[in-house]
């Protein structure tokens, strides 16, 4: 079944600080967007990865593909939400085949877990990562706040995995301020969210104690 990854680089990172986009800035002496690209080459050969970039950082981001020579790596231009970075990534694809949609900045995302979220979409047509909170959580309400049970509660992640042809279908409705994820468009064509289990170490790089996080995980990892 041929393989798709869309990595969404399309952020300017304002809460990172900096010059540059997070995607972009330097973890043990690699732009976070590289950790991204290798963990999906090393799951898969044969992927296919179409990386979702401003386009005036097309030069940045074709140095890194140069670093995977042989591998079928392209890019193409984001827009101005999500949504629509994420709809171009996906008129690059085709209709068949599997689908990872994945977040550049979650830079930590295992080979293990985007084979898991492969198995479990070919089963159950969708792979959404997963975490429990562990903190108390609260919500705003009419009258204050208040506490909810933190048990039912799950963190998600990326890679979101989808079968080519339910993902593309999702996305021709028109883009609304409540689709914070992929998992929120099709779910709102009525399809059932698959949640597997995510992976703590699966960090989102946003401010710069993310990439002390990131270098330490790096670290236990090796």
């Not at 959404?128 to 909810?148: L, M, S, W, Y």
């Not at 039912?152 to 409705?173: E, G, H, L, N």
């Amino acid at each position: 079944m041929e393989k798709f990854a869309i990595i969404v680089a399309g952020g300017a990172g304002v809460r990172m600080g900096g010059s540059i986009p997070k995607q972009f800035q330097l973890l043990k002496g690699k732009p976070v967007l590289w950790y991204s690209v290798k963990a999906f080459t090393e799951a898969f050969p044969d992927i296919q990865i179409i990386i979702v970039i401003p386009a005036i950082y097309q030069a940045r981001s074709e140095a890194i593909i140069n670093e995977f020579p042989k591998r079928n790596i392209k890019t193409t231009t984001g827009g101005d939400t999500r949504f629509d970075s994420v709809k171009n990534g996906l008129n690059c694809i085709g209709d068949k085949g599997i689908v990872f949609i994945h977040d550049a900045v979650r830079c930590l995302v295992t080979p293990k877990l985007i084979y898991q979220c492969y198995e479990s979409a070919i089963e159950k047509g969708n792979a959404i990562p997963a975490v429990a909170a562990t903190d108390t959580i609260r919500i705003e309400t009419t009258g204050g706040n208040k506490q909810i049970d933190r048990n039912s509660v799950r963190i998600i992640q990326t890679p979101q995995t989808f079968y080519c042809k339910d993902i593309k279908a999702a996305f021709t409705q028109e883009d609304d301020p409540y689709f914070t994820d992929e998992a929120s468009v099709i779910e709102r064509k009525g399809v059932k969210i698959n949640l597997i289990d995510g992976d703590a170490g699966n960090i989102k790089i946003t401010r710069p104690v993310d990439l002390l996080i990131a270098e330490k995980i790096l670290d236990e990892r090796r």
